[in-house]
T-cell receptor
Framework: RKEVEQDPGPFNVPEGATVAFNCTYSNSASQSFFWYRQDCRKEPKLLMSVYSSGNEDGRFTAQLNRASQYISLLIRDSKLSDSATYLCAVNVMDTGRRALTFGSGTRLQVQP | GAVVSQHPSWVICKSGTSVKIECRSLDFQATTMFWYRQFPKQSLMLMATSNEGSKATYEQGVEKDKFLINHASLTLSTLTVTSAHPEDSSFYIC????????????FGPGTRLTVL
């Protein structure tokens, strides 16, 4: 089983739609959680960190469910510019290892 | 956030040659840098953790003699792919952590390596 799993998609949605992505992680010791956005042939860029209480940034809402070991990302009012691959990432600190473990990404295509 | 650069942004080389990729943190001193590799349609996979002034820590399955990492200064880490082969063709990305207590990582723009 992969440490971090995502539905690869693609998710094809019309402009203005609401779309949600889930990401599951296997290590219960995971401590930090992030959503990154990656455009084609570019580096990942941090979209938002995910906090235990859930957090919102404009049209984007992230939530964490520790009991079920998943994080989610909700995008409201999708724009054409939201088309990208969304990567979830987790960090496990118990071994002192600070690197991130990424999911394989979910591709979103917003259509006019 | 931190500003990270990589050079070159892309490189094409013949099989058997060695390629050096540089990762620089431009606006702060990074004691720790990470090197990732991403194959098409796959996720980023951590290759190694580069620590300034000490040996890099490699992930399982990554050959340390093939992927040489040098982190000689607080602003520069280099990854050398020795005797590159076509299966080494990939997108190589470095990242840094800005502050010791932080978990947020900032990524360089990546280097696309194509080995013919």
């Amino acid at each position: 089983r992969k440490e971090v799993e995502q539905d690869p998609g693609p998710f094809n949605v019309p402009e203005g739609a609401t779309v949600a992505f889930n990401c599951t992680y296997s290590n219960s010791a995971s401590q930090s959680f992030f959503w990154y956005r990656q455009d084609c042939r570019k580096e990942p860029k941090l979209l938002m960190s995910v906090y235990s209480s859930g957090n919102e940034d404009g049209r984007f809402t992230a939530q964490l469910n520790r009991a079920s070991q998943y994080i989610s990302l909700l995008i409201r009012d999708s724009k054409l510019s939201d088309s990208a691959t969304y990567l979830c990432a987790v960090n496990v600190m118990d071994t002192g290892r600070r690197a991130l473990t990424f999911g394989s990404g979910t591709r979103l295509q917003v259509q006019p | 956030g931190a500003v990270v650069s990589q050079h070159p942004s892309w490189v094409i080389c013949k099989s058997g040659t060695s390629v050096k990729i540089e990762c620089r943190s431009l606006d702060f001193q990074a004691t720790t840098m990470f090197w990732y590799r991403q194959f098409p349609k796959q996720s980023l996979m951590l290759m190694a953790t580069s620590n300034e002034g000490s040996k890099a820590t490699y992930e399982q399955g990554v050959e340390k003699d093939k992927f040489l990492i040098n982190h000689a200064s607080l602003t520069l880490s280099t990854l050398t792919v020795t005797s590159a082969h076509p299966e080494d063709s990939s997108f190589y990305i470095c990242s840094v952590i800005q502050k010791a207590g932080d978990n947020e990582q900032f990524f360089g723009p990546g280097t696309r390596l194509t080995v013919l």
